[in-house]
């Protein structure tokens, strides 16, 4: 299956089943801006970074301290495991057309974008 494009500078893969950064926006992370001094550990930190941004851009933050909050990063998981791999891919499909996947992805791009290099 392909890849599902979130942002200009990431993608979640259906392979890994996770939040990945494009070759472009890793080089940029690494080796331009020296922030993340590994190519994987750009990508661990982009799922993070994205999961807990879904998080709080669809209103279901655990900080939320109610019913329906969800923590991402670590849901995904546990769900594919369980057996609902398409119930995860048909809500990250849904994620770039919702007004706040949207405004979600622009930020994380803004964030990347607007790194500093150390």
């Not at 791999?85 to 964030?111: Q, R």
Request: glycine content about 4%; overall charge negative; hydrophobic content about 35%.
């Amino acid at each position: 299956m392909e890849d599902i494009k979130i942002s200009k500078h990431v993608y979640y893969s259906t392979d890994s089943h996770w939040f990945c950064l494009t070759t472009e926006a890793q080089n940029t992370i690494y080796r331009e801006k020296n922030v993340i001094c590994s190519y994987s550990g750009s990508n661990e930190w982009c799922n993070h970074f994205v999961c807990q941004m879904v998080d709080l851009y669809s209103g279901s933050s655990v900080y939320n301290y109610a019913l329906g909050t969800t923590d991402h990063e670590k849901e995904i998981p546990k769900l594919i495991k369980d057996g609902y791999a398409e119930n995860v891919l048909s809500f990250i499909k849904s994620i770039p057309n919702k007004d706040w996947g949207k405004a979600m992805a622009d930020t994380v791009d803004y964030v990347i974008d607007n790194l500093v290099e150390v």
